[in-house]
């Protein structure tokens, strides 16, 4: 596929990001057929980049985090690039290799691993401080794993950030959220004008 590099400045932090030229053109019609599957990972979404600005300003020097669905992954780079500690998973493998070839460039390290939230495997295993994810309440089935995903590895302390920009599932994750003692907090931004970046802590 035809990819384009970008420069990107996100708070201090100047990266290069790869991606493909026509995200539409990369849409399989098997892949879709077997698990309704669209390359929205080729695209940068508006919450991507609004998440990747909050984690800056959250400087995460020496912190344990993972991205969940990263797709392009700018968050992962962002924190990568600040000295965190990085896992970032998603189950499209070209999203994986992409965001390795993307930390390579940018000459950061992070590990990336193609997993599906639903059954994260060894990603679910661990837990950790600092848990990302934007964009990933456009679909009703992926509210409540990735709720039972969070209780599992954000640790005691710690936080869940979830950016979204207005999904129509979004409401009910949240209240889902607070159903099962999370607390959470919306902060504004304006890339996201609809909706917000959505802090989990544990209640
Ligand atoms: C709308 S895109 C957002 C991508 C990126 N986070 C951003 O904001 O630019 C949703 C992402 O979630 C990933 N995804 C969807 N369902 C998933 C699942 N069950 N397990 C892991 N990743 C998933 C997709 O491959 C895609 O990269």
């Not at 390579?104 to 950790?128: I, K, Y």
């Not at 992926?142 to 995903?149: I, K, M, Q, Y």
């Not at 304006?190 to 970046?197: L, S």
């Not at 959505?198 to 209640?203: A, D, F, Q, T, Y």
């Given at each position: ?9 996100v ?35 508006p ?16 912190v ?9 992954g700018l968050?992962?780079?962002?924190a ?10 998603d189950?499209?493998?070209?999203a ?19 997993a ?8 679910a ?19 409540e ?11 005691p ?23 099962r ?20 802590r544990?209640?």
């Amino acid at each position: 596929v035809d990819t384009v590099v970008e420069q990107i400045t996100v708070e201090a932090v100047a990266l290069e990001l790869e991606r493909p030229l026509d995200p539409d053109a990369l849409v399989d019609e098997s892949a879709f057929a077997r698990d309704e599957f669209l390359p929205y990972w080729a695209s940068l979404w508006p919450s991507g980049v609004a998440l990747a600005h909050h984690v800056a300003r959250l400087r995460p020097t020496g912190v344990r985090v993972v991205e969940l669905g990263c797709g392009l992954g700018l968050p992962s780079l962002v924190a990568a690039r600040l000295g965190a500690d990085v896992t970032a998973l998603d189950w499209s493998p070209d999203a994986v290799s992409l965001l390795r070839r993307n930390a390579e460039r940018n000459g950061v390290r992070l590990e990336s691993v193609v997993a599906d939230w639903r059954t994260p495997g060894p990603a679910a295993d661990r837990r950790f401080p600092m848990v990302l994810a934007a964009d990933v309440l456009y679909e009703q089935r992926n509210a409540e794993p990735l709720l039972e995903l969070l209780e599992r590895i954000v640790e005691p302390g710690g936080a869940a950030y979830v950016a979204d920009p207005g999904r129509r599932h979004a409401p009910s994750f949240l209240a889902g959220a607070a159903e099962r003692g999370w607390q959470p907090e919306a902060v504004p931004d304006t890339r996201i004008p609809n909706g917000a970046v959505h802090v989990l802590r544990p209640g």
